[in-house]
């Protein structure tokens, strides 16, 4: 009998634990208690149409106006407007038009105060801010916007003649306390299509001093050619980057408007730290002056004709500080194989007359098999340091010479010089530029030369 009762206790037991377990389960599980949602808004007022105007006037800044100067009434929008005061500026139209068909009304999220003699409590006595918005039903309404509200819950707000205070969202006002440079257009140099249709891209400044400029030109549909300060293909690997960089640059401020000649001498845009001028067919000319990065790699860039002094973010710009080594094709020649009939080569004092044929492809377009002189040829690299401004000298003979004539009558030529740098032979390219080229380039012509 005594087992009997004990036998019965343990499984009271056994069922109120599982069912405590199973309550607290049920518990676990439960959603949870939904939480409020924002705050509802009313309308301090609202209009039918948008303000004829909107008059700005921000903390240490002149008042400035937001003029309509059209409106679509069928979608009750602005789709026209300026700024007086800056007139003949380019300006971000469709943000004016943004900001005016929004202040068509205005809402609150609470009643602070009916009437208030302290409204320096709230940042009213001295506002931040103060919108005056001329409307076609009712004339001019007057807001004055004061501080921020504890906990950034929203911006404490008064209308002229009403003695209440309201607080109302925060980014319904942040339109309200730009500068009105924050409305010009930041685009400054326009988008173009693939492939570029410039025909001339120039860059000098203070930043390539030393050769005094650089000239890429048109060499076909989306095709480029360094042109200056020597001819020489253009590097397929950091080139396309370069080109493309001129397209599209957009601003991310605004430093001054209407420059007088001293100002962009102490900005450091005149003369510049860097220059770059595109001729383009389809979107204009176009010079832009840079000044040196600060250390937060941010620059001032100015573009003729326009009289703005923008800021940019150097990083967006490559051709900023490129030079020409940077951009050329690093080997010492790129034939036209599409047009060359021979190839002549002078070597150690011993003339060669190289066979090509036989190393194109039916469609004459690339070369399909080089023979091992000819590929050594082609493949000798070229180094530029700058920090070395020696050549040969003019008494100096070539140790090897290859000329590559075309069809046309046309000829490219590049030429070998002995060094007085370890390991080095300087290498000349059509009677222009000077480079370094690794000694051991020569080397293997003369080891193509033997085995053949």
Not at 101 to 117: D, F, H, I, K, P
Request: charged share 20%.
């Amino acid at each position: 009998m005594k087992k009997n009762v004990i036998a019965i206790a343990v499984m009271c037991a056994l069922v109120a634990a599982f069912g405590l377990g199973f309550y607290m389960l049920r518990e676990e599980d439960a959603p949870p208690e939904l939480l409020p949602g924002p705050a509802p808004v009313t309308h301090l007022f609202e209009y039918t149409r948008p303000p004829l105007s909107v008059s700005l006037e921000g903390p240490g800044q002149e008042p400035y106006t937001l003029l309509r100067l059209e409106y679509d009434p069928a979608r009750n929008i602005v789709t026209d407007s300026t700024i007086p005061e800056l007139e003949g500026l380019t300006f971000d139209t469709s943000r004016i038009n943004a900001v005016i068909s929004a202040s068509r009304n205005l809402v609150y999220l609470e009643l602070v105060s009916r009437e208030t003699t302290n409204i320096a409590q709230f940042g009213l006595a001295e506002p931040r801010g103060r919108v005056a918005l001329d409307f076609e039903e009712l004339g001019v309404r007057t807001v004055f916007i004061g501080d921020v509200a504890p906990g950034n819950i929203g911006v404490y707000i008064q209308l002229e003649g009403d003695g209440a205070v309201y607080l109302t969202p925060i980014h319904g006002l942040d339109n309200f306390l730009l500068s009105p440079l924050d409305f010009l257009d930041m685009n400054v140099t326009p988008l173009m299509s693939l492939p570029l249709d410039f025909a001339l891209m120039a860059l000098s400044g203070q930043v390539r001093e030393s050769v005094g400029e650089i000239l890429i030109g048109h060499a076909g549909e989306g095709e480029y050619r360094l042109e200056m300060p020597f001819s020489h293909e253009l590097s397929p690997v950091y080139a396309p980057g370069i080109l493309h960089s001129v397209s599209g640059i957009v601003a991310m401020g605004v430093a001054l408007v209407h420059p007088a000649a001293e100002d962009l001498e102490i900005l450091g845009l005149y003369p510049a730290w860097s220059t770059l001028t595109v001729e383009s067919w389809g979107h204009g000319d176009f010079t832009l002056h840079a000044s040196q990065p600060d250390e937060g790699g941010m620059v001032f860039l100015y573009r003729e004709g326009v009289p703005v002094v923008y800021t940019v973010l150097a990083h967006e710009m490559p051709w900023l500080d490129v030079q020409f080594y940077d951009i050329m094709m690093p080997f010492a020649i790129s034939p036209d194989w599409d047009n060359l009939a021979s190839v002549h080569l002078d070597l150690d004092g011993r003339e060669y007359q190289l066979d090509i044929h036989g190393i194109f492809s039916e469609a004459p377009t690339l070369p399909v098999v080089l023979s091992p002189i000819l590929s050594a040829i082609v493949s000798i690299p070229i180094e530029h340091h700058p920090e070395l401004s020696a050549s040969p000298g003019e008494n100096i003979a070539p140790v090897m010479v290859a000329s590559f004539l075309y069809a046309d009558g046309s000829s490219d030529k590049i030429s070998l010089f002995p060094s007085e740098i370890p390991l080095r032979h300087y290498i000349r390219l059509n009677d222009d530029a000077i480079f370094l080229t690794p000694s051991s380039s020569l080397e293997s012509v003369r080891e193509q030369l033997t085995s053949s």
